[in-house]
């Protein structure tokens, strides 16, 4: 089975790439980083996508947060990239979407439920990208 993609066409192969930069910048927990690679993209993009790429970039800068103890900063932007993802199906531009949204879930219920929340490079989720 196929995974759903979201609407709108996918991402030019330039911001493909830069995404693919972004990911590898979150999956090695350089956040910050992630949200630099990211912005870069989302600021000339226009039309579907844009909403994908700020809900990335939200979720990186939740994991941020998170690294610096803010749970409310990590809470509050952890949940406006859920959020901005909604509409985007299982998958987008090659980001598993529902893998991502798993994850991101349950690092929520930690921070709403007191839970650990030292966010390691091993332990936040990974933006599993196909190839």
């Known amino acids: 089975m196929t995974p759903k993609e979201g609407p709108g066409p996918p991402l030019d192969p330039e911001s493909v790439s830069a995404l693919r930069k972004g990911a590898a910048e979150f999956n090695c927990g350089k956040f910050f980083e992630c949200h630099d690679t990211l912005e870069e993209i989302w600021r000339g993009t226009r039309g579907p996508a844009r909403d994908f790429l ?78």
Do not use: M
């Not at 809470?75 to 406006?80: A, G, T």
């Open 54 to 131: 700020q809900g990335l970039i939200q979720i990186s800068v939740g994991f941020y947060h998170l690294r610096n103890g803010n749970g409310a900063g990590a809470e509050s932007q952890l949940s406006k990239g859920l959020r901005n993802l909604e509409s985007y199906g299982h998958a987008y531009a090659g980001v598993d979407l529902a893998d991502l949204r798993c994850q991101v879930e349950s690092w929520l219920g930690r921070i709403r439920h007191g839970g650990n929340l030292q966010a390691t490079a091993a332990d936040p989720p990974k933006f599993n990208l196909s190839q």
